[in-house]
């Protein structure tokens, strides 16, 4: 099955600064990798996501990258701020099943 | 439009009782996904149905572990008899079809002591 991993487990950068954090996956048949951000107990929500058709994807401060070849993918949050503090998952759904494999989790802390 | 419905929010058994927990997904949603997310990992898929039929139930412990979605729109999922290691949150998602966003609901958090 699919195996997704996530790095680094903790991430901590001064606000202003950017982060970024990658994972890699093991199906070369995946083709939807969406990223979710969880607060400490709430539930996960979906901040961005990118299928295997496009290699780039930005909405405002966050983009997320996708090398098929290299078969990782990466999350990259400009300009942060202290409310980007959060448990960030990545995921990726293999064509033809719809259940998610996600990554351990980053545990983003944004310094003041 | 409402989110995803979880309850009850958190529950404290002792091993070898029963629970069952209860999801309400986004209205119109045909494919409702429960995860078991244990304390510092990700979400894990236990089950996926489509309306009211079971698209994958590979990674759920049948021994002790069952859902039902029986009208295609509520679900429940139950676990008899619980283990220590059942303690985790079991997080249900909605989507509109097979292949969609999937929303999460807040989930609910299980101790088995």
């Known amino acids: 099955g699919e195996n ?11 606000e202003g600064d950017s982060a970024v954090i990658k994972c890699t996956y093991s199906d070369s048949a995946s083709n939807y990798f969406p990223w979710y951000k969880q607060e400490l107990g709430k539930r996960p929500q979906l901040i961005i996501d990118i299928r295997s058709n496009v290699g780039e994807k930005k909405d405002q401060r966050i983009a997320v990258t996708l090398n098929k070849t290299a078969k990782h993918f990466s ?3 400009t300009e942060t701020q202290p409310e980007d503090s959060a448990v960030y998952f990545c995921a990726a759904m293999r064509g033809g099943a719809d259940g998610l494999t996600f990554g351990k989790g980053t545990h983003l802390i944004i310094q003041p | 439009e409402a989110g995803v ?3 009850p929010r958190y529950k404290i058994i002792e091993k070898r009782q029963s629970v069952a927990f209860w999801c309400n997904p986004i209205s119109g949603h045909a494919t409702l996904y429960w995860y078991q ?3 510092g ?3 894990k898929l236990l089950i996926q149905f489509q309306n009211n039929g079971v698209v994958d139930d590979s990674q759920l412990p049948k021994d002790r572990f069952s859902a039902e979605r029986l009208k295609g729109v509520d679900s429940t999922l139950k676990i008899q008899p619980a283990k220590l290691e059942d303690s985790a949150v079991y997080l249900c998602a909605s989507s509109l079809d ?3 966003i999937q929303y999460f609901g807040a989930g609910t958090r299980l101790s088995v002591l």
């Open chain 1, 4 to 14: 997704v991993e996530q790095h680094p487990s903790t991430l901590s950068v001064q």
């Open chain 1, 75 to 77: 999350l990259h949050i």
């Open chain 2, 5 to 7: 419905a979880q309850s």
């Open chain 2, 37 to 39: 997310q244990i304390l």
């Open chain 2, 41 to 43: 990992q990700g979400p």
């Open chain 2, 98 to 100: 097979r292949g969609h």
